[in-house]
């Protein structure tokens, strides 16, 4: 069974920085594109980032470049979103993606509200 499990979400300030986890099983994590979406409060899922198989190529949104970082350690089975210089508008539910042809999984999401 495929399992994504998300972590690191929390509370944070404006200006600050957080470290997203999502932690895979049950797949061949290095055969898997990954991605990490957000979607925020009354609007639809948006891609954040996307990193290929072996990490040798990352696409951003243009609302986050520059700010986000994503990244995979495929011994750990793990993608990560390092999020600097965090904004308010940044407030979303967080979900990992994994696809490989027509396989698509995802994860249950973790909060991050940016907030004074």
């Known amino acids: 069974q495929v399992q994504l499990v998300e972590s690191g979400g929390g509370l944070v300030q404006p200006g600050g920085s957080l470290r997203l986890s999502c932690a895979a099983s049950?797949?061949?994590?290095?055969?898997?594109?990954m991605s990490w979406y957000r979607q925020a409060p009354g609007k639809e899922r948006e891609l954040v980032a996307v990193?290929?198989?072996?990490?040798?190529?990352?696409t951003y949104a243009d609302s986050v470049k520059g700010r986000f970082t994503i990244s995979r350690d495929n011994a750990k089975n793990t993608v990560y979103l390092q999020m600097n210089s965090l904004k308010a508008e940044d407030t979303a539910v967080y979900f990992c993606?994994?696809?490989?042809?027509?396989?698509?999984?995802w994860g249950k999401g973790t909060l991050v509200t940016v907030s004074s």
């Open positions: 993606n994994a696809q490989f042809l027509r396989m698509d999984y």
């Open positions: 049950g797949l061949t994590f290095s055969m898997y594109s």
């Open positions: 990193i290929t198989r072996t990490g040798g190529s990352t």
